[in-house]
């Protein structure tokens, strides 16, 4: 969920607008990511629902874990999307485990797949949100990483002239 909802809530950097990404030229937004247990009816053919929502997917974001790597849900599913030609559009993120024992067997086809690692002392959310990102967009990592340490360093002076604006007033007070 929280992956989700950092994909769908980013802001891509204007800089990066218009340029030509992976997928085409870089929009203003990502577009809406679907997850089925949150947008599936009850009572539909799930089987023909996955394979509708990955028809209109442009990358396919795989969540890697043992028991990711042992469902053949997981694995016909990335199957079904490799059919499509989007094989290079697979993006693992590793919850757990490594990689060998949490990439599904569809992942494990001699390609060196780079994945986002959100194990802890890994990448870890922040920085692997980051490479998720930076995979949708078709941009560089570093790009993205440049432009949260601006943002970040801008909150930071926001915030102590906030501190430094109420310090003033209670003075005057």
Same mark, same amino acid.
């Not at 950097?13 to 997928?23: F, I």
């Not at 599936?40 to 990711?68: H, M, N, T, Y």
């Not at 970040?152 to 915030?159: D, H, K, L, P």
């Given at each position: 969920?929280?992956?989700?909802?950092?994909?769908?809530?980013?802001?891509?950097?204007?800089? #990066?607008?218009?340029?030509?990404? %992976?997928?085409?030229?870089? !929009?203003?937004?990502?577009?809406?990511?679907?997850?089925?247990? &949150?947008?599936?009816? +009850?009572?539909?053919? #799930? *089987?023909? &629902?996955?394979?509708?929502? /990955?028809?209109?997917? !442009?990358?396919?974001?795989?969540?890697? !874990?043992?028991? +990711?790597? %042992?469902?053949?849900?997981?694995?016909? =599913?990335?199957?079904?999307?490799?059919? @499509?030609?989007?094989?290079?559009?697979?993006? $693992?993120?590793? #919850? %757990?485990? =490594? $990689?060998?024992?949490?990439? $599904? $067997?569809? /992942?494990?086809?001699?390609?060196?797949?780079?994945?986002?690692?959100?194990?802890?002392?890994?990448?870890?959310? =922040?920085?692997?949100? /980051? *490479?998720? /990102? +930076?995979?949708? #967009?078709?941009?560089?990592?570093?790009?993205?990483?440049?432009? =949260?340490?601006?943002?970040?360093?801008?909150?930071?002076? %926001?915030?102590?002239?906030?501190?430094?604006?109420?310090?003033? @007033?209670?003075?005057? +007070?």
């Amino acid at each position: 969920r929280w992956l989700h909802r950092r994909v769908e809530r980013y802001r891509v950097p204007s800089q #990066l607008v218009g340029l030509q990404g %992976a997928d085409g030229p870089v !929009s203003r937004r990502l577009r809406a990511v679907f997850r089925d247990r &949150e947008e599936f009816a +009850a009572g539909g053919d #799930l *089987k023909a &629902e996955i394979e509708e929502a /990955l028809s209109r997917s !442009s990358a396919l974001i795989v969540l890697c !874990s043992p028991r +990711a790597a %042992a469902s053949s849900y997981v694995q016909s =599913e990335i199957a079904y999307f490799q059919s @499509l030609g989007r094989g290079s559009r697979i993006i $693992p993120v590793i #919850l %757990a485990g =490594e $990689p060998a024992e949490s990439f $599904p $067997p569809a /992942l494990r086809d001699g390609q060196d797949r780079l994945g986002a690692d959100f194990r802890k002392g890994r990448d870890e959310r =922040e920085n692997g949100s /980051l *490479k998720v /990102l +930076a995979g949708l #967009l078709g941009v560089g990592l570093d790009t993205l990483v440049q432009r =949260e340490r601006r943002a970040q360093r801008w909150r930071m002076r %926001a915030a102590v002239a906030m501190a430094a604006l109420f310090a003033a @007033l209670a003075i005057a +007070a």
